[in-house]
């Protein structure tokens, strides 16, 4: 069964803004990235996933379910982290995440439980008691994440989790997104306008701009056959270039560096024979996938084109 | 290294239990949203407020009962209790009202809300629920306390004493039920309106006070059926007369309605509605 599917979904505001147009696709559970721009139409997604907006036309399925016509089932197994911030300041994390627990069903007890387990999950520990007013946007972020996770959903729907956050704060959050997608047995939608920051912890990325879908696909089935070498050497680049050229490899000046295409098994070795044929300092030789955003591009670069 | 004390991390575990839906989750805004009117479970800057009115309300309460068991002589009738409450009732809702509605609205957390198996509606409904109940603890809590100590203190014949007491009391209960719909629905509509929890209690304050010197001024200046109907000016004034109407003329009664009384009946149950159909409206529009 497809986590989501929808078909020639669409959604127009009064006023006449299409946020989102003719959108059919259908994802498998995973971690699923959802990508575009600011004003792609990525919340307007998730809103219709939870019921909380109805499509003007189109339809969707959500873990199997009419998010219009079954919107508080879907909701009861659905975890949403919204965008902005929505802590009340006045509570302490424990007590907020607890109340939203029962908010989702669970039985006072178990969300007493449900909701320390799911702030021990998320990193905060002691702090956990004071009062939100005082946490840092770090700590924020991740009572948002706790009390989507609460409840145990089925399926996370996380709208720019890193917003905000430093460097090391929007690793700690990928990182911590890609544990729940792969540990803990949830499905996660991963809203983000940075491409780089969710095709490392997605299994499948859904592209939208302008309300429009660029592509669905499998991260695996965008990468797998156009990985590359990356052959540096501290001299003679030309040499080497006109030396793989001569054995039947293609390889691109990238920089100091020679990106060959890997299409065969023994690439790599042939690359080693030549450079210690023409006895060169080697710097460095590695795989490195393709990133999907230049796949990206010259899907969007080819759609110009038409 | 000691062998008893080891913490296993068990990793992340799914649950299996019960998962109760739409009405539990009522049930929990509910409980939250009474305890959070009272401060409980709050620091001790939210208690102060509603507990000073409760003090006032009950110091009220135990003066009634001394007044009644030394001198037999009755200080305030229970409904005339309601009556004379209703202006701490209006500085609690100001304070109240906000504290339930607009701090969500401030904090932005009814996103979260709306995205659990929750409606709209029930979410402005059970908030009304509970500040309604929250009047109700003010209005008839010390109403039942100078119920128990007159009728207990009294040497006279204690069961037939208690009996006559309960006819008085109903009316009093009857009373703070009406004062309790109809001022909880006004005031929360308008802390609704707002996200800052001084403008709400402001607005809450104005709403009621406003319209009190136009009740005097109408029944000074105007004619004989505009004397009758001055009262209908102000909400407050409005709940007293329809119970002058329903339960018969009192000491604590304001001036006396003719044959109005339909007019304040049907006056304060139109505002009711109208009160809770822009709530439910308003609730419907907010951005989720």
Known sequence: MALIETHALTKRYGGGVTALSDLTLAVEPGVIGLVGANGAGKSTFLKILLGLLAPTSGQAQVLGLDPVAKSEHVRARVGYMPEHDCLPSELSAAEFVTHMARMSGLPATAARERASEALRHVGLYEERYRQIGGYSTGMKQRVKLAQALAHDPDLLLLDEPTNGLDPAGRDAMLELVHRIGNQFGISIVVCSHLLGEVERICDSLIAIDGGRLLRSATVSAMTTERDVLTVEVSEGVELLAKRLAEVGLTAERDGQALVVTMDDEDVYDRILVAVAELDLPLHRLDQRRHRVAELFQTEEVGQRVH | ?288
């Not at chain 2, 409980?31 to 509603?50: D, E, L």
């Not at chain 2, 319209?211 to 909400?235: C, E």
């Not at chain 2, 505002?271 to 439910?280: D, G, I, K, R």
């Open chain 2, 1 to 288: 290294m000691s062998t008893e004390s080891v913490i296993h991390d068990i990793g992340y575990q799914r649950y299996t239990g019960a998962r109760l839906g739409r009405s539990h989750a009522i049930q929990s805004l509910y409980v939250h949203s009474v305890r959070a009117a009272f401060g409980i479970g709050r620091g001790a800057k939210a208690k102060i407020f509603p507990w000073l009115i409760i003090a006032i309300a009950v110091g009220f309460a135990l003066i009634a009962i001394a007044v009644k068991s030394l001198t037999d002589q009755e200080l305030v009738s229970y409904r005339g209790y309601a009556n004379s409450m209703s202006y701490p009732v209006m500085m609690f809702l100001a304070i109240i009202a906000p504290e339930l509605v607009s701090r969500d609205l401030r904090d932005k957390t009814l996103p979260l809300y709306f995205s659990r198996p929750l409606r709209r509606s029930d979410y402005a409904l059970t908030k009304l629920a509970s500040l309604m109940t929250a009047v109700m603890v003010l209005l008839a809590g010390p109403q039942l306390l100078i119920f128990i100590g007159v009728a207990f203190s009294a040497d006279k014949d204690r069961l037939s004493y208690a009996g006559h007491e309960l006819s008085q009391l109903w009316p009093g209960l009857i009373a703070s039920l009406l004062y309790a719909f109809v001022l909880s629905s006004l005031a929360l509509l308008v802390a609704s309106l707002t996200s800052r929890r001084a403008f709400g209690a402001a607005g809450v304050v104005a709403v009621f006070l406003i319209s009190t010197p136009i009740v005097g001024i109408l029944y000074v200046i105007g004619g004989p059926v505009v004397k009758d109907l001055s009262s209908l000016a102000n909400p407050m004034t409005a709940t007293r007369q329809a119970l002058q109407w329903i339960f018969g003329a009192e000491r604590s009664d304001g001036p006396p309605i003719g044959s109005y009384g339909p007019v304040y009946g049907a006056a304060i149950l139109a505002l009711v509605a109208v009160c809770v159909t822009l709530l439910l409206v308003r609730y419907r529009k907010v951005a989720s």
